[in-house]
């Protein structure tokens, strides 16, 4: 089993539509949660980072992280056709002595108008 | 990828020859990591380094050898590539390697390994 586990989609949705992405994980030390979106054959780029549980919002986006049921989201209001990308989540525990990341699959978003 | 570069961003090899990938940055960041990424498993790390000389192994380092003789670059070597090492390469870079801060990739390179 996966630390960390991602629905790969795809998943399509109309420009305008809530979007929910979602990852699940196992180890209850992770304590650092990012999003990185990530464009066709591009590297990928940090969208949002939080620590611990709580929400987190900047602009059309926003973080959640659920420790009492290792759940985190990502959620995209208002969404755009340059919204579509794929979108990885990642995390960190505190107890890493090089910054060591696990990442979910990714999944992959279509916006289309 | 402000910062970050990665050559060549493109390679098609042969099974049993070696390919160096290197990876150079700007930013004067302590850390960098090469990252493969495929279809099914998000992104996995190769190595990483903490400094001039200074590296470690990831979860999948077999048949991979990492070099950095300054800051600025980053050297992943497949010794003898085969196909099952077929991938998209990334490079990352973080200031200390700290808990709290993130990682920021370069584009990557697309390797196939015939």
């Known amino acids: 089993q996966k630390e960390v586990e991602q629905d790969p989609g795809p998943l399509s949705v109309p420009e305008g539509a809530i979007v929910s992405l979602n990852c699940t994980y196992s180890n209850s030390a992770f304590q650092y949660f990012m999003w990185y979106r990530q464009y066709s054959r591009k590297g990928p780029e940090l969208l949002m980072y939080?620590?611990?549980?709580g929400n987190k919002e900047d602009g059309r986006f926003t973080a959640q992280v659920d420790k009492s049921s290792k759940y985190i989201s990502l959620f995209i209001r208002d969404s755009q056709p340059s919204d579509s990308a794929t979108y990885l989540c990642?995390?960190?525990?505190?107890?890493?002595?090089?910054?060591?990341?696990?990442f979910g699959q990714g999944t992959i978003l279509t916006v289309h108008p | 990828d402000a910062g970050i570069t990665q050559s060549p961003r493109h390679k098609v090899t042969e099974t049993g020859t070696p390919v160096t990938l290197r990876c150079h940055q700007t930013?004067?960041?302590?850390?960098m990591y090469w990252y493969r990424q495929d279809p099914g498993h998000g992104l996995r790390l190769i190595h990483y380094s903490y400094g001039v000389k200074d590296t470690d192994k990831g979860e999948v380092s077999d048949g991979y050898s990492v070099s950095r003789s300054k800051t600025e670059d980053f050297l992943l070597t497949l010794e003898s590539a085969t196909s099952s090492q077929t991938s998209v390469y990334f490079c990352a870079i973080s200031p200390s390697g700290g808990a709290g801060e993130t990682q920021y990739f370069g584009p990557g390179t697309r390797l196939l390994v015939l």
């Open positions: 939080t620590y611990s549980s």
């Open positions: 930013e004067n960041h302590r850390y």
């Open positions: 990642a995390m960190r525990s505190t107890g890493t002595s090089y910054g060591k990341l696990t």
